[in-house]
C-alpha cells in the first residue's frame, strides 16, 4: 500500500522560509506525479504546486508563483516544497499527493493517495 508522510512543517516568521518534504512508500515513486495542497482553516482545500513524473514539468498556483518551488528526488523517494518569502496567508496544513495519470493536475480528484499533512504557521 502506498504512504505518504509529509515533514517539515513549523512556525515560520513571515518573509521567511521553509521547506517541506513529502516521501512516498510501498510503491515505485517514479511511477507517480505528485502534488503539494494546502487547506486553511474554514477553507477548501486547494492546489499549491505539481510535478510531473521525472520532474521536467512543474506547475503552481498563481498564489505562489515566483516565490514557491516544487522538486523531486527519485532516488530518494521524496518530493519537496521549497517555501520562500512567505506571509500569513501561506499559513495551512499542507498535504502531498501521488498520481499515477494526472500531469501536476491542480483537481484533488486526480489524486490517489494523501499524506496526513503538516501544518505550517506564518507568524507576523
Known amino acids: 500500500q502506498v504512504r505518504l508522510e509529509e515533514s517539515g512543517g513549523g512556525l515560520v516568521q513571515a518573509g521567511g522560509s521553509r521547506r517541506l518534504a513529502c516521501a512516498l512508500s510501498?510503491?515505485?515513486?517514479?511511477?507517480?506525479?505528485m502534488g503539494w495542497f494546502r487547506q486553511a482553516p474554514g477553507k477548501d482545500r486547494q492546489f499549491v504546486a505539481g510535478?510531473?513524473?521525472?520532474?521536467?514539468?512543474?506547475k503552481y498556483a498563481d498564489s505562489v508563483q515566483g516565490r514557491f518551488t516544487i522538486s523531486r528526488d527519485n532516488a530518494k523517494n521524496t518530493v519537496y516544497l521549497r517555501m520562500n518569502t512567505l506571509s500569513l496567508e501561506d499559513t495551512a496544513i499542507y498535504y502531498c499527493?501521488?498520481?499515477?495519470?494526472?500531469?501536476?493536475?491542480?483537481?484533488?480528484?486526480?489524486?490517489?493517495?494523501w499524506g496526513q499533512g503538516t501544518q505550517v504557521t506564518v507568524s507576523s
Open positions: 510535478i510531473d513524473w521525472d520532474g521536467d514539468s512543474t
Open positions: 499527493a501521488a498520481t499515477e495519470y494526472y500531469d501536476g493536475s491542480p483537481y484533488t480528484a486526480h489524486y490517489d493517495y
Open positions: 510501498g510503491g515505485i515513486f517514479s511511477r507517480y506525479a
